[in-house]
Structure formats: structure tokens, C-alpha cells
């Protein structure tokens, strides 16, 4: 083999290391400190869309048995480094059907979570709201799952504007969150007082009318509390957002939320 042909041997050897242990620490980045997630259905709306590919810090809480996989984490249960703050959007394992959901913190260990005339009482204190512009829609098939949103101006034909009533909800002084109310007097609008145990926590989505979150129990759908060593991470940006059912599609891709903060 010549000088030159030897030359050109190692130097796709080294291409080849070069992209073995590039791929290797995004694999090692993604497993343990960042994951990305699709939104597949609207029950976060306004804040996430269907079709939202959300940054997911698996680090920030520490780590649990679904956040450090193939047990490389040297303990059980949940390690945290900082404690889930009431308002983070969190990534989290259903507790018995083993999906992982996104949901909104409400509910931190010893809190009194109600909700009475679809509105929200946390620790006997009535959350304050103010009613905003209607979030619009076109109602019509999103995503590859093909959802058609409820509105609250039923009936809407497919293709029409598609409008939900829109609060700002003040979950505590510095913490204010988009939500919306499809109808009064949905099912989810009254519940009993919950009293969330240590070690758990209790989510609702932010399309509170289109959520099956810990106001319902597992038996009906919902996830009840969720504990601690379920949570996988905060999701804590939009890396990429597609309205349509296939990502080729780039006509249906929106801009407008590439690389924004989940709030």
C-alpha cells in the first residue's frame, strides 16, 4: 500500500471515530440529561400544541428509575437535586399504564387542591383569573393521531374557526399561565377536595376541559397522584413544532414556535 493510500486509510478511520464517539455523547446526552417529546394531544393547549417537539431536562430534578435508564443510577426511588416548583410543565410516567404524559405542577406534597365552578382553590385560596382574547383555531384534523378540537362556539363545521374561552390564571405572584375553558359545567368543573401525600404531586392541563389529569382517577382515565420517582423532567423549550401529520410536510411547519420557552 502506498504512502498515500495509507494515508487516506486512517484518515477514514479517523471520520469514522470521530462520528462513533460523536454519536455516542448525544446518545449519553439524551439519556441522561436531555429528551425530546412529542405533544400528541391538546390537553395542554394554549401553551403546547399538538405537534410541538418539546425540550425535556431530564437533569434539573435529579434522577429517578425512568429519567437515568438501564440502571446506571446507583439508587432507588428519586434523587433530587431541586425540588418541582408549582407552574412547571412536567414530563412524567402514568403510574399505571407506563405512557409518559405532560402536564402542568399544580399540586405540591401536602397541598389542598379544589376545583369548584371550574375554578381553582389551592390551600382554601381561590386562584385568581382574567378573561383574555378566545384562543382561535381552524376546527380540523391535527396531527398524526387526526384530533378535531372541541369549541366553545359549537357547532363548528370542520374547516370554520374554532374558538375557547381564554384566562390568565395567577398561580402564584410570579407564576401566570394561559388556560383554557371549552364549556361550563364539564365534568372536571367540581371535584372533591384532594390532599396530595408526600412524595406525590398533583398536574392539570392547561385545556382544562380536554385533560385527563389528576382530578380523575386511573379507573376512569386520569392519572391520580403521581409520585415522585415517575417524574422524568421539566420541559423547558420548543425545539421544532409541525401542525400536520407528517413531519416532511413543511408547509404545515410553524416557525413561529421553533426554538421558544414553555411557559
Same mark, same amino acid.
Given at each position: 500500500?502506498?504512502?498515500?493510500?495509507?494515508?487516506?486509510?486512517?484518515?477514514?478511520?479517523?471520520?469514522?471515530?470521530?462520528?462513533?464517539? *460523536?454519536?455516542?455523547? *448525544?446518545?449519553?446526552?439524551?439519556?441522561?440529561?436531555? /429528551?425530546?417529546?412529542?405533544?400528541?394531544?391538546?390537553?395542554?393547549?394554549? $401553551?403546547?400544541?399538538?405537534?410541538?417537539?418539546?425540550?425535556?431536562?431530564?437533569?434539573?430534578?435529579?434522577?429517578? !428509575?425512568?429519567?437515568?435508564?438501564?440502571?446506571?443510577?446507583?439508587?432507588?426511588?428519586?434523587?433530587?437535586? $431541586?425540588?418541582?416548583?408549582?407552574?412547571?410543565?412536567?414530563?412524567?410516567?402514568?403510574?399505571?399504564?407506563?405512557?409518559?404524559?405532560? !402536564?402542568?405542577?399544580?399540586?405540591?406534597?401536602?397541598?389542598?387542591?379544589?376545583? !369548584?365552578?371550574?375554578?381553582?382553590?389551592?390551600?382554601?385560596?381561590?386562584?385568581?383569573?382574567?378573561?383574555?382574547?378566545?384562543?382561535?383555531?381552524?376546527?380540523?384534523? /391535527?396531527?398524526?393521531?387526526?384530533?378535531?378540537?372541541?369549541?366553545?362556539?359549537?357547532?363548528? *363545521?370542520?374547516?370554520?374557526?374554532?374558538?375557547?374561552?381564554?384566562?390568565?390564571?395567577?398561580?402564584?405572584?410570579?407564576?401566570?399561565?394561559?388556560?383554557?375553558?371549552?364549556?361550563?359545567?364539564?365534568?372536571?368543573?367540581?371535584?372533591?377536595?384532594? !390532599?396530595?401525600?408526600?412524595? /406525590?404531586?398533583?398536574?392539570?392541563?392547561? $385545556?382544562?376541559?380536554?385533560?385527563?389529569?389528576?382530578?380523575?382517577?386511573?379507573?376512569?382515565?386520569?392519572?391520580?397522584?403521581? /409520585?415522585?420517582?415517575?417524574?422524568?423532567?421539566?420541559?423547558?423549550?420548543?425545539?421544532?413544532?409541525?401542525?400536520?401529520?407528517?413531519?416532511?410536510?413543511?408547509?404545515?411547519?410553524?416557525?413561529?414556535?421553533?426554538?421558544? *420557552?414553555? $411557559?
Amino acid at each position: 500500500m502506498s504512502k498515500s493510500q495509507k494515508s487516506f486509510v486512517e484518515s477514514v478511520k479517523e471520520l469514522f471515530k470521530t462520528v462513533f464517539y *460523536a454519536l455516542l455523547i *448525544a446518545g449519553l446526552i439524551r439519556t441522561l440529561l436531555f /429528551q425530546p417529546f412529542w405533544i400528541p394531544s391538546g390537553s395542554m393547549k394554549p $401553551n403546547l400544541l399538538i405537534g410541538d417537539y418539546i425540550f425535556v431536562n431530564k437533569f434539573v430534578y435529579g434522577y429517578s !428509575k425512568y429519567s437515568c435508564p438501564f440502571s446506571l443510577c446507583p439508587f432507588d426511588g428519586r434523587f433530587f437535586y $431541586n425540588e418541582p416548583k408549582r407552574g412547571d410543565v412536567v414530563v412524567f410516567r402514568h403510574p399505571a399504564n407506563g405512557k409518559d404524559y405532560v !402536564k402542568r405542577l399544580i399540586g405540591l406534597p401536602g397541598d389542598k387542591i379544589l376545583l !369548584k365552578d371550574g375554578r381553582l382553590w389551592i390551600n382554601n385560596t381561590k386562584i385568581k383569573i382574567k378573561q383574555v382574547d378566545d384562543f382561535v383555531e381552524l376546527k380540523e384534523k /391535527q396531527g398524526p393521531l387526526e384530533s378535531i378540537p372541541r369549541c366553545s362556539n359549537s357547532p363548528v *363545521a370542520l374547516g370554520s374557526r374554532c374558538e375557547k374561552r381564554q384566562f390568565l390564571e395567577s398561580l402564584t405572584n410570579d407564576i401566570e399561565i394561559r388556560t383554557l375553558d371549552i364549556s361550563i359545567g364539564e365534568y372536571g368543573d367540581n371535584t372533591t377536595s384532594f !390532599k396530595v401525600p408526600e412524595g /406525590q404531586f398533583f398536574f392539570l392541563g392547561d $385545556n382544562r376541559d380536554n385533560s385527563l389529569d389528576s382530578r380523575f382517577g386511573r379507573m376512569a382515565g386520569g392519572v391520580g397522584f403521581v /409520585q415522585s420517582e415517575n417524574l422524568i423532567g421539566r420541559a423547558d423549550g420548543i425545539l421544532f413544532s409541525s401542525a400536520g401529520s407528517m413531519l416532511v410536510a413543511f408547509w404545515t411547519w410553524r416557525k413561529d414556535r421553533f426554538f421558544r *420557552a414553555v $411557559n
